[in-house]
């Protein structure tokens, strides 16, 4: 019976070194003709989007850039090559999504579009729920998740035209939602959207990818744009939210987003690395973790139980001065 055990097991351990090499050579295959493949891009002002854009320009695919300053635009284009193009976008307005989906038919023609990277989003208002209202929900679900959604189904012509790739930004917090406001709402929305378009895609050779980043050092996690967000907030909140919370949990608060910055990882090439993947394998995956704290620390709590996920939250957060 020992023996059979002995055998069993090695048997599995050969099995599951043979899958990691099948899987690490397929998703080493690289599509061909890069150069003659557009990708559009939101987002593309700072952070994620901004290098991806400068990443995919140097290996030489025909990068369309989305930015919502004239700015942001123009900083990008000094930092590429000429086969770079800009073009400003609001997320949040349909004019502006159907002026820009104008312009990137009128720049792939019958080729069809073969990469969409939906990236563009914001995070605050990232405060405990009972100190918002309905409006502040809205402005986050606006750009990260009715916008995203927008953006594609206006760019999806053109997308099944090339047989191509949309890559949907989501987050870790679409995992485990940590904190209130609609950011983690948002993201999980972008993790069933995208599951769901993936499944219907399929038919059409369309392949969709979810990249799911931890914590990186972006315009998104600023340190000084939570705090002054944070306390305009709190300012606006009603008396008994006020009482319950009470200042000493403000000042927790706020020494903890203080220090934001600096537990956010700085190489943003470990996101635009998997976005690059998904749009350049011949195999991409379903799913890419980016970030030691995602791969290692969020993925796997979000497979946890949820009432230990809770107590894990409950005993490690910032209590209101009025809790129980």
């Known amino acids: 019976m020992y023996l059979f055990f002995q055998a069993m097991w090695l048997y599995l351990v050969v099995l599951l070194g043979l899958w990691n090499l099948l899987r690490l050579f397929r998703e080493r295959q690289v599509v061909s003709h890069l150069q003659d493949k557009h990708v559009f891009i939101t987002g593309c002002d700072s952070g994620f989007g901004n290098l991806l854009a400068r990443q995919l320009d140097r290996r030489g695919m025909r990068v369309l850039a989305a930015c919502l300053t004239e700015n942001g635009a ?3 284009r ?20 159907v002026a820009a989906t104008q312009w990137v038919k009128e720049r792939v023609g019958n080729r069809g579009l073969w990469g969409l990277v939906n990236n563009a989003g914001i995070s605050i208002p990232t405060v405990p729920n009972q100190w918002l209202n309905k409006q502040e929900f809205a402005k986050i679900l606006d750009v990260n998740l009715l916008g995203m959604i927008e953006m594609t ?4 012509p053109l997308v099944r035209k090339a047989r191509g790739r949309v890559v949907n930004v989501s987050s870790i917090m679409g995992r485990v939602s940590f904190f209130g406001g609609g950011y983690c709402i948002s993201k999980y929305g972008v993790e069933a959207f995208s599951d769901s378009l993936r499944r219907e895609l399929s038919y059409f050779g369309v392949k969709v990818a979810i990249i799911e980043p931890g914590f990186f050092k972006t315009d998104i996690t600023n340190s ?10 709190w300012d606006q909140a009603s008396s008994e939210v006020k009482e319950i919370y009470g200042e000493n949990f403000l000042a927790s608060n706020l020494s903890m987003l203080k220090s934001l910055d600096q537990r956010c990882n700085e190489d943003l090439s470990l996101v635009t690395d998997c976005m690059e993947h998904a749009l350049t394998s011949c195999h991409p995956r379903t ?14 709590m979000s497979y946890l139980p ?5 107590a894990m939250i409950y005993w490690t957060s910032i209590k209101p001065d009025k809790a129980l």
């Open 74 to 76: 123009e900083e990008l």
């Open 78 to 97: 000094s930092k590429t090559s000429d086969r770079l193009e800009t073009v400003i976008l609001d997320v949040t307005k349909t004019e502006s999504i």
């Open 153 to 156: 189904l206006n760019m999806l």
């Open 224 to 233: 000084d744009t939570h705090l002054s967000n944070t306390k305009m907030v």
């Open 287 to 300: 799913r890419y973790s980016a970030g030691w704290d995602a791969k290692l620390f969020y993925l796997p």
């Open 306 to 310: 949820t009432f230990l996920v809770d």
